[in-house]
């Protein structure tokens, strides 16, 4: 685990990459994007997980998310597996392990491995919406991500907890408190998903949640999933525009799914999705990923980007 202090010093004004996809990419490989993956004797799923994992790492990524997106109490209740949720986590962050250790094995001189890398543990929506417009309690979904946050945590291979794809920012909240309770220092990332207006389906605008967010306790806070890498520019400049200092994460889908040949193909290459993504640096982002659609392919040329600019 990093502590929030820490993972900020090593921030600095550099711009870290994220990684991309996880479950696009899995069903691409005929692989299930189930947490019951985790479960299952199939020994070969999760090499494959890892690999995942480690081709982000060779493509650029400084942070790779375990996949524990799905794997809180009440994700699981909801598939039938909530008494799995242990194994579950632990599983998903050691695939992650398995990925970084592989990776800076393969430095003859380990010194070219040096460029900071970072586990994440990952933390979903419930898939449940929060009363007065569900019927669940907030102290229950704190009670709920705090579950998952412990175990992750206690794993010592998660360096910092990202939460992301919020639909509603007092579910993200809760999601932050639960992290606090368990640590308090530790390092919290949280993005909600906002659409082509900046706004939440829940109703939360994008220059509202920057400061409410940061003001919880977050060290970097920014939005992900939802719209492609050019819709997401106005949420980036309103997001940037309502707090000139604070630490901010984008990472777009790869453009809008389409169906081809009966697959899910998604609009943007990784060409055009870097382009889209060049806008985004006069508004001083501090990570840069990718999400639904994308992959290792367009992580390389996010991270040629940045690397073109410090040059």
């Known amino acids: 685990m990093i502590n929030k202090n820490d993972f900020l010093k090593t921030l600095g004004n550099n711009i870290l990459i994220g990684d991309g996809a996880m479950g696009t990419v899995l069903q691409g490989l005929g692989i299930s994007t189930s947490p ?54 632990e599983k998903a962050v050691i695939c992650a392990q398995i990925a970084v250790e592989s990776y800076k094995d393969s430095f003859r001189n380990p010194k070219d491995g040096l460029r900071p890398i970072f586990i994440a543990g990952n933390l979903g929506p419930t898939g449940k919406l929060l009363k007065p417009f569900g019927d669940l309690d907030y102290k229950d ?17 998660a360096d910092i907890i990202l939460i992301e794809t919020m639909l509603d920012i ?73 707090n000139p200092d604070v630490k901010l994460i984008f990472q777009p889908n790869a453009g809008l799914p389409s169906i081809k040949d009966g697959k899910t193909v998604y609009s943007e290459t990784p060409e055009i999705m870097a382009q889209n993504i060049k806008k985004y640096l006069e508004y001083k982002p501090s990570i840069l990923g990718a999400c639904c659609g994308s992959t290792p392919k367009h992580i390389k040329k996010i991270a040629g980007l940045i690397q073109n600019q410090l040059q």
């Open 36 to 89: 019951d993956l985790f479960i299952s004797k199939d020994a070969n799923s999760l090499k494959l997980l890892s690999e995942v994992h480690l081709n982000y790492l060779k493509n650029g990524s400084n942070i790779i998310q375990a996949n524990t997106f799905g794997a809180n109490p009440i994700k699981l209740e909801t598939a039938g597996l909530k008494s799995e949720i242990k194994n579950i986590n």
């Open 141 to 157: 979904a704190v009670d709920a991500f705090s579950q998952q946050v412990d175990i992750l945590l206690k794993t010592k291979i």
């Open 170 to 242: 007092n579910e993200a909240l809760a999601a932050v408190e639960a992290v606090k309770q368990i640590n308090k220092e530790v390092t919290i990332i949280c993005t909600l998903t906002f659409n082509e207006n900046s706004v939440t389906i829940m109703g939360n605008k994008a220059e509202d949640a920057v400061n409410i967010l940061t003001e919880a306790g977050c060290a970097v806070v920014g939005a992900n999933c939802s719209v492609g890498s050019d819709k997401m520019l106005e949420t980036v400049k309103k997001m940037r525009n309502a």
